[in-house]
């Protein structure tokens, strides 16, 4: 299981985004907070795949809980 990824963010009037502070790139967006977080998470597993011929050891987290905003 994956530790935890700090994670950060932006909030305007019409949508949130949420990015990981040590994994550039890794972001989305979503209407509000839980759905921004959420489309973070989904996207965990394609960030791997990316990542995954580089020596970056990056492993995506299962579960919300492991998101420290």
């Known amino acids: ?3 935890s990824v700090s994670v950060y963010l932006e909030q305007g009037v019409k ?3 949420a ?3 040590d994994w ?3 972001c989305r967006q979503g209407p509000n907070e839980s759905d ?3 489309a973070l998470l ?3 597993p ?8 580089t020596r970056l050891g ?3 987290p299962k579960e919300l809980s492991q998101m420290v905003v």
């Not at 960030?47 to 011929?53: D, F, K, R, V």
């Open 19 to 21: 990015g990981a502070l």
């Open 24 to 26: 550039p790139g890794w």
């Open 42 to 44: 989904a996207y965990g």
């Open 15 to 17: 949508r949130t985004f």
């Open 58 to 60: 990056f492993t995506a």
């Open 46 to 53: 394609k960030y791997a795949t990316i990542l995954a011929g």
């Open 36 to 38: 921004a977080l959420a």
């Open 1 to 3: 299981m994956a530790a």
